[in-house]
């Protein structure tokens, strides 16, 4: 399998809890190198722009008010198969449904407030990659 690139979001409800070295370990553990990190504060503006693709969705604005609640902490996460497989790490959207050993099985509070974000595609991880980081920032 090819070397992929992916972005992953830990979220406000996790960095508030100080779960970020917890859940940057499952990434470790998992073969997924953290090659970019930055703790930053999203206006409710940039999140709206980062999740536009759910701009119709019920929960949207719940959504950007939630994303912009506290820091989170973007990342660049570089491994085989990198999207699937952080995916795999993450869990189920809702933590309910999220298998034993996954990040939001242990740590997600609510399907809202999960814990961490993850690319679902290589055209979304451009996109999202690019819109939080410049090529110098990424470090291989
Ligand atoms: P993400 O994009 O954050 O990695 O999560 P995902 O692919 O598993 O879920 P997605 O369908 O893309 O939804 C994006 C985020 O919106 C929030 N959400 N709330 N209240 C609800 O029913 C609901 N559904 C989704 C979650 O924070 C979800 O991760
Ligand atoms: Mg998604």
Same mark, same amino acid.
């Given at each position: 399998?090819? %070397?992929?690139?992916?972005? *992953? %979001? %830990? ?11 917890? $859940? ?11 090659? @970019?990190?930055?703790? $930053?504060?999203?206006? &409710? ?9 759910? /701009? ?11 994303? @912009?609640? !506290? ?7 570089? #491994?085989?198969? /990198? ?7 993450? #869990? &189920?959207?809702?933590?309910?449904? &999220? /298998?034993?050993?996954? %990040?939001?099985? !242990? ?10 974000? #993850?690319?679902?595609?290589?055209? *979304?991880? &451009?996109?999202? $990659? ?11």
């Amino acid at each position: 399998m090819a %070397i992929e690139r992916t972005l *992953s %979001i %830990i979220k406000p409800d996790a960095t508030k809890r100080n779960l970020t070295g917890k $859940i940057n370990a499952k990434f470790e553990e998992a073969g997924l190198r953290i090659v @970019a990190q930055k703790r $930053i504060h999203l206006s &409710a503006k940039q999140a709206g722009q980062f999740y536009a693709e759910h /701009a119709e969705r019920g929960f949207y604005g719940e959504l950007c008010e939630f994303m @912009a609640s !506290e820091p989170v902490v973007v990342q660049v996460l570089e #491994g085989e198969g /990198a999207i699937l497989k952080n995916r795999e790490v993450m #869990g &189920a959207t809702n933590p309910a449904n &999220a /298998a034993e050993g996954t %990040i939001r099985k !242990e740590f997600a509070l609510s399907v809202g407030e999960n814990s961490v974000h #993850g690319s679902d595609s290589p055209e *979304s991880a &451009a996109r999202e $990659i690019s819109f939080y980081f410049s090529g110098l920032e990424l470090v291989g």
